[in-house]
C-alpha cells in the first residue's frame, strides 16, 4: 500500500477514536446540564461503554502496524502527516502501555471515591476518605510502574498533561516561585485591606448571564460554534472543532463569580476554537498540554478580564445592567475584583495567592508518593504547610484537604487523570505562561491595551491565534512557549506583572 493510502487509513482510524470521545463528552455535558436525575444509571453505563471502545480502538494491533508501516514517512519528511504520525504513535505506545484490568480498576474507584467524596466533604469526613485514598495512591504507583523506568515516580503522571515536563523541573520553578510569592504576600497583607463588599447584594442570575456572554462574544467567542449554559461546577467541553461548548455557576447573591468562571472558559474555549479546521478529527486538532491550556483561561479571565484597562471600558455597562453599582466607584469596584486575601480555599484565591496553594498541594502529592507521608497523617500535613506557607490554619478538613475534587475522583480516559500526583502544578504553569504569552503579545502589539480599553480584542485574539491556538498539538509546549515568547518558561514576566499590579494596588 503506498503511503497515500496508509495516511488515508490513518487518519479514518484516528477520526473514529475522536468522535467516540465526542460522542462520550456530548453525553457527559447532557449529563451536567438538563439530564433527569432518574438517567444516572444509564448514562454512567454509556459513558463507560464509549471510553471502552475509544481505548480499545486506541490500542488496535491494527493501528500499530499501520504506523510500523509509516514509520519510514515520519523519518523521512517534516510535514504535517510526519507530525501526525509522530504524536499517534506516541499516543499509542502510552495506551498500550496501560492494562485494561488497570483501566478497570482505576475507572471503578474513581467513581466510587467520588461518591464518597460528595458526602463526606459537606461532613468533614477524612476518616471515610482515607480507605479511598490509600488505594488510590497504591493505583496511582501500579500506573507509573508501566512506564518504568522513570527518574521521579511523578514524571509519568506529569508527562500525561505536560508533555517534556519533569518533577525538577516543576521543582525548580516552585522553589523560585515561592521564594518570591511568601514575602509578597506578607507585605501586601499588612496593608490597609480592600474592601469587596460592592460584590455581594441581589443579582438578577440572567442579567449576570448575558452580561457574561456579551464579553464572551466581544473576545471572539463564536456562538455559531459555541454556547453556554449553567452547571455546579463550570467547565468547557467539545464535540467536534465545530461545537465548542462553555458552563458556568451563577449566583443570585454574588457578582463576580459567574462572571470571571465564564471569562475563564472562554478562554478554554477560544483556544479549542481557534485551531486549524485541517488538524480537526486527528490527535493534533487539541491544545498542545494542559498547562498551555491553563494559561489562556487565566490570560482571559486575569491578565484581561481583571485589569483596569479592561473594566474602564466596561464597568459603565456593568453599571446599566446592575443599578446597585451605581454609587460605587470604578476604582472601589477594581480593588474589589483584585482583593488580595490568605483564604483557606484554592478556588476563591486571588492571582497573588493562588499558587502558593497549587505549591504546597504539590509538595503533598510527592510527599505522599514517595512514602513519606501517610495518608492517615494528610490532615495535620495540610495544616502545617497551610500556617508556613500562608498564615492560616484551616478551619477543618471540610476546608482543608477535602476541598478538591482531584484527589478524590482519579481515573482513566486515555490518559492518567486526577488521583494523587500529577493534578495540580497545571494550574502554576497556567499563571506563569498567561503572563509570559501576554508580555511578548504586548512587544509585538504595543497598542494592544488601548485596544483592550476600547473593548476591543482582535490584535491580542489574533496573536494568540497565529503562535498558540492553530498549532494544536502539532508544536510541543516547549516548542510554542519557545516560538511565541522567544524563550524557555520563566517565572520572570508573571513576577514582574503581580509586582506592577498589586504594587499599584496596594502602594507599595
Ligand atoms: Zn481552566
Keep these: 500500500m503506498p503511503s497515500e493510502a ?15 470521545g465526542w460522542a462520550g463528552a456530548a453525553l457527559s455535558w447532557d449529563q451536567a446540564t438538563y439530564m433527569p436525575a432518574g438517567g444516572a444509571p444509564a448514562r454512567a453505563r454509556q459513558i463507560a461503554l464509549l471510553g471502552r471502545l475509544e481505548h480499545e480502538r486506541l490500542t488496535d494491533p491494527a493501528l500499530g502496524r499501520l504506523l510500523d508501516a509509516l514509520a519510514p514517512y515520519a523519518e523521512e519528511h517534516e510535514d504535517e502527516d510526519a507530525r501526525l504520525i509522530a504524536v499517534a504513535r506516541r499516543d499509542f505506545d502510552k495506551a498500550i502501555k496501560v492494562s485494561a484490568s488497570y483501566v478497570k480498576r482505576a475507572n471503578a474507584l474513581g467513581a466510587a471515591s467520588y461518591s464518597a467524596w460528595r458526602i463526606a466533604r459537606p461532613e468533614d469526613d477524612f476518616a471515610s476518605m482515607r480507605p479511598y485514598l490509600e488505594q488510590s495512591l497504591e493505583l496511582t504507583r501500579e500506573y507509573v510502574e508501566f512506564f518504568a523506568p522513570y527518574r521521579h515516580m511523578i514524571d509519568p503522571l506529569i508527562d500525561d498533561v505536560d508533555q517534556g515536563l519533569t518533577c525538577a523541573d516543576i521543582h525548580a520553578l516552585f522553589d523560585e516561585l515561592r521564594r518570591e510569592l511568601v514575602p509578597l504576600v506578607d507585605v501586601i497583607c499588612n496593608r490597609p485591606p480592600a474592601d469587596d463588599r460592592c460584590l455581594h447584594g441581589e443579582f438578577a442570575q440572567r442579567s449576570q448571564l448575558e452580561f457574561g456572554l ?24 467539545k464535540f467536534s472543532d465545530a461545537d465548542v461548548r462553555i458552563t458556568t455557576r451563577t449566583y443570585a447573591n454574588e457578582l463576580s463569580q459567574s462572571l470571571f468562571s465564564i471569562l475563564h472558559e472562554t478562554g478554554h474555549a477560544l483556544y479549542e476554537q481557534g485551531i486549524a479546521p485541517e488538524l480537526s478529527g486527528t490527535p493534533l486538532g487539541k491544545g498542545t498540554s494542559v498547562g498551555v491550556h491553563e494559561s489562556q483561561s487565566r490570560l482571559w479571565e486575569n491578565v484581561v478580564g481583571r485589569s483596569r484597562n479592561f473594566w474602564q471600558h466596561y464597568y459603565p455597562k456593568l453599571q446599566q445592567d446592575f443599578p446597585q453599582l451605581g454609587k460605587t466607584p470604578p476604582e472601589s469596584f477594581y480593588r474589589a475584583i483584585n482583593m488580595v486575601a490568605r483564604s483557606p480555599i484554592r478556588t476563591d484565591a486571588d492571582e497573588v495567592t493562588y499558587n502558593l496553594h497549587i505549591i504546597l498541594r504539590f509538595d503533598l502529592e510527592i510527599d505522599l508518593l514517595e512514602g513519606r507521608l501517610a495518608v492517615k497523617d494528610l490532615p495535620e500535613a495540610w495544616r502545617a504547610r497551610y500556617q508556613s506557607d500562608l498564615a492560616i490554619t484551616p478551619p477543618d478538613d471540610r476546608d482543608g484537604c477535602l476541598q478538591d475534587v482531584h484527589w478524590y475522583s482519579g481515573g482513566y480516559s486515555g490518559g492518567y487523570s486526577g488521583g494523587v500526583g500529577g493534578a495540580f502544578h497545571s494550574y502554576a504553569i497556567g499563571n506563569i505562561l498567561a503572563a509570559q504569552f501576554y508580555a511578548a503579545a504586548l512587544r509585538a502589539h ?42 524557555p518558561m520563566t517565572i520572570k514576566p508573571y513576577m514582574a506583572y503581580l509586582r506592577s499590579k498589586y504594587g499599584e494596588l496596594y502602594r507599595l
Excluded: S
Design 446 to 487: 504595543p497598542d494592544i491595551p488601548n485596544e483592550i480599553r476600547a473593548g476591543e480584542f482582535t490584535t491580542l485574539r489574533n496573536w494568540l491565534t497565529q503562535n498558540l491556538y492553530r498549532h494544536g498539538r502539532k508544536l510541543k509546549p516547549a516548542e510554542i512557549v519557545a516560538r511565541a515568547t522567544g524563550e
Design 6 to 20: 496508509k495516511l488515508r487509513e490513518l487518519r479514518a482510524r484516528l477520526l473514529e477514536i475522536c468522535d467516540l
Design 214 to 237: 456579551k464579553v464572551a462574544t466581544d473576545f471572539g467567542y463564536d456562538l455559531e460554534r459555541g454556547r453556554l449554559d449553567t452547571t455546579p461546577h463550570p467547565f468547557c467541553t
